[in-house]
Antibody, heavy 123, light 110 residues
Framework: QVQLVESGGGVVQSGRSLRLSCVGS????????MRWVRQPPGKGLEWVTN????????YYADSVKGRFTISRDNSKNTMYLQMDSLRPEDTAVYFC????????????????WGQGTLVTVSS | QSALTQPASVSGSPGQSITVSCTGT?????????VSWYQQHPGKAPKLMIY???NRRSGVSNRFSGSKSGNTASLTISGLQAEDEADYYC??????????FGGGTRLTVL
């Protein structure tokens, strides 16, 4: 079965950096676009970034553009989120998600989700 | 990239039906049939329920249905059950090749 496992969260001071990882299993990792979605404590979901299956196309929310970088290593079935110049408002649970497949949902849906990793940015 | 607009909360009694609205713009909800709906129980990851406006994911109860008119999408849950109590989020692909979520709606089953 499809599994996504995030890691790398923790407490970091404002202005510092952190790198999150997401390992996928149970599917052909190199065949799917991957995404990050975050959720501040007690608040709603926010799409953060999307990376195409081959790493060639990247899209970012305005709130993180220029500070966050998404990447992947398909040989390791792993996606990364490099977060620089962190701010207190970046405090959230960060979920990785996989795009849907045409035979089960939609490329435009977030079909599978990890359990999330908490990032806390202190001021 | 403004969030889609959802009511903060809705409620209903077991067996009743409720509808959650999700209002966007002509650049997101109104532009494409790529609206999806997610259910999230406390402390859990979101779960895809509906994709492409009205398609139920395999395994999702047929009590869940989706629709869209203009810039507003809707999720309807019929025959409310206690386990439906959760937060619900809509999401839409946008003309900027990005995604936007709604602010979320807390469903309370009375």
């Amino acid at each position: 079965q499809v599994q996504l496992v995030e890691s790398g969260g923790g407490v970091v001071q404002s202005g510092r950096s952190l790198r999150l990882s997401c390992v996928g299993s149970g599917f052909t990792f190199s065949g799917y676009a991957m995404r990050w979605v975050r959720q501040p404590p007690g608040k709603g979901l926010e799409w953060v970034t999307n990376l195409s299956y081959d790493g060639s196309k990247k899209y970012y929310a305005d709130s993180v553009k220029g500070r966050f970088t998404i990447s992947r290593d398909n040989s390791k079935n792993t996606m990364y989120l490099q977060m620089d110049s962190l701010r207190p408002e970046d405090t959230a649970v960060y979920f990785c998600a996989r795009e849907g497949a045409p035979d089960s949902s939609s490329w435009f849906a977030f079909e599978y989700w990890g359990q999330g990793t908490l990032v806390t940015v202190s001021s | 990239q403004s969030a889609l607009t959802q009511p903060a909360s809705v409620s209903g009694s077991p067996g009743q039906s409720i509808t959650v609205s999700c209002t966007g713009t002509s650049s997101d909800v109104g532009a494409y049939n790529y609206v999806s709906w997610y259910q999230q129980h406390p402390g859990k990851a979101p779960k895809l329920m509906i994709y492409d406006v009205s398609n139920r994911r395999s395994g999702v109860s047929n009590r869940f249905s989706g629709s869209k008119s203009g810039n507003t999408a809707s999720l309807t849950i019929s025959g409310l059950q206690a386990e439906d109590e959760a937060d619900y989020y809509c999401s839409s692909y946008t003309s900027s090749d990005t995604w936007v979520f709604g602010g979320g709606t807390r469903l309370t089953v009375l």
